[in-house]
């Protein structure tokens, strides 16, 4: 079920400017405005809205990840600790096979584009005014107090998520990971990239991603054959091989489930063009999203984030091309006896329940841009497994030299047999 979203409150300028709670009572205000009765899941962190991220133990404000345990840690006392599994916070490992509808979450909600990016905290511990903009980060230093503050509320802007994926491999492993990419590749690297690459220029990200839980049925309409006879007959110096075979209808429907299908939230980063190659990051998945926690701003300190600024409508036609190529493979065991394999001609997808989840994974990233086209080539490695794959700048003549030299050593193998063999 979709909404159209009610026209949000417009911020007076005529006084001063409302606080950081006003704005987000206004903005829930506007987001609550259409169908009450819209299933939903309510993820906010209650615990945080005062936007200070406390240790339990000594109260200080000043947290972060700690890389290598994936818990935070605070760096006064150095208590460690970590937010509760969203899995288990909101049962969202249960009830897929009974699913109805669409049930977002409240991070995962439309983003309303007169949303502002830069909010006004006022500092609780000592009432100073900090400006935070969401488009580039969501923590922020009180410059009177030194105070972290963190942006925990879930604003209508795409910039806080239901739930965060802590990185786990350190800067240090992530550089080794990329040391080794590139030298395995070094042969036919480009000499500028060998000269100007730097590994340790390499930067942890947070992407935005919908985390997808979902019920379906597909089905699939094609013609199989079965070959009955094979033949080859001589036509002048060669030989042609032809076959009959009987045609059949093939119809195929399966009904299944998903847990935890990944799709990106960002359009830049869904969006695989001639200028980049975004389309590393989709070789690094999966990720271990059942360990993701309920979101703390305190898990971005250190590290960048991007925004999410894709809705669930536009990426439901994404959700259901998945869908439907789950479909097939699934239906593929029951296809053995078409040994001319099966063309689908039509096919179809019913989605009876879907759930959506925002959630921030953690990516080390390395960037070069070529001088010569202008091609960005990425270097991308999962912060929770170390998968690792990327692009780099090939030398063309090195690489041609490379195939000369290959087939004249392939040449040289094959007359050596053929004088063997005289």
């Given at each position: 079920m979709t909404q159209e979203p009610a026209e949000p409150k417009q911020p007076t300028f005529d006084g001063p400017p409302l606080s950081l709670e006003e704005e987000l009572a206004a903005a829930r205000a506007a987001a609550e405005g259409g169908d009450q009765d819209a299933p939903s899941i309510e993820t906010v962190n209650e615990s945080l809205r005062d936007g200070l991220n406390r240790c339990p133990k000594c109260g200080s404000t000043d947290v972060r990840l700690r890389?290598?345990?994936?818990?935070?840690?605070?760096?006064?006392?150095?208590?460690?600790?970590?937010?509760?599994?969203?899995?288990?916070?909101?049962?969202?490992?249960?009830?897929?096979?009974?699913?109805?509808?669409?049930?977002?979450?409240?991070?995962?909600?439309?983003?309303?584009?007169?949303?502002?990016?830069?909010?006004?905290?006022?500092?609780?511990?000592?009432?100073?005014?900090?400006?935070?903009?969401?488009?580039?980060?969501?923590?922020?230093?009180?410059?009177?107090?030194?105070?972290?503050?963190?942006?925990?509320?879930?604003?209508?802007?795409?910039?806080?998520?239901?739930?965060?994926?802590?990185?786990?491999?350190?800067?240090?492993?992530?550089?080794?990971?990329?040391?080794?990419?590139?030298?395995?590749?070094?042969?036919?690297?480009?000499?500028?990239?060998?000269?100007?690459?730097?590994?340790?220029?390499?930067?942890?990200?947070?992407?935005?991603?919908?985390?997808?839980?979902?019920?379906?049925?597909?089905?699939?309409?094609?013609?199989?054959?079965?070959?009955?006879?094979?033949?080859?007959?001589?036509?002048?110096?060669?030989?042609?091989?032809?076959?009959?075979?009987?045609?059949?209808?093939?119809?195929?429907q399966v009904a299944f489930t998903v847990d935890d299908l990944t799709v990106e939230g960002s359009s830049e980063r869904a969006q695989i063009g001639p200028a980049n190659t975004n389309n590393i990051i989709n070789t690094i998945l999966p990720f271990d999203t059942k360990n993701a926690v309920r979101w703390n701003a305190s898990y971005l300190v250190g590290f960048t984030s991007e925004k999410r600024d894709l809705n669930v409508d536009a990426v439901t036609p994404v959700l259901e091309d998945q869908l439907l190529s789950i479909g097939r493979s699934q239906v593929r065991g029951s296809l053995g006896r078409f040994d001319r394999g099966v063309r689908w001609e039509q096919e179809k997808v019913d989605v009876a329940g879907s759930r959506w989840v925002s959630m921030y994974l953690p990516v080390w990233l390395y960037s070069y841009q070529q001088e010569s086209n202008g091609l960005l080539h990425y270097i991308a490695v999962n912060a929770r497994t170390g998968e690792t794959m990327g692009s780099i700048p090939v030398s063309q003549p090195r690489l041609v030299l490379a195939a000369f030299t290959v087939g004249t050593f392939l040449e040289g193998i094959a007359g050596a047999i053929l004088v063997a063999t005289a």
């Open positions: 890389g290598s345990t994936g818990m935070l840690v605070c760096l006064f006392c150095r208590n460690e600790w970590q937010e509760a599994r969203v899995e288990e916070e909101f049962g969202l490992g249960e009830g897929i096979d009974t699913l109805e509808g669409t049930v977002v979450a409240s991070g995962a909600q439309d983003i309303q584009a007169d949303v502002a990016d830069v909010l006004t905290f006022k500092c609780e511990a000592c009432g100073a005014e900090v400006v935070v903009d969401t488009k580039s980060s969501l923590n922020a230093r009180c410059h009177w107090c030194r105070h972290t503050l963190n942006v925990n509320q879930q604003i209508p802007n795409g910039a806080v998520p239901d739930a965060v994926l802590p990185f786990r491999l350190t800067k240090d492993e992530a550089v080794e990971k990329i040391r080794e990419f590139a030298s395995s590749r070094r042969l036919f690297a480009h000499r500028r990239f060998k000269k100007e690459f730097v590994p340790e220029n390499v930067l942890g990200v947070y992407l935005p991603y919908l985390v997808i839980d979902a019920r379906a049925e597909t089905e699939y309409w094609g013609k199989g054959e079965v070959q009955t006879r094979r033949w080859t007959e001589k036509q002048g110096d060669n030989r042609v091989t032809y076959y009959a075979a009987d045609v059949y209808q093939v119809h195929r």
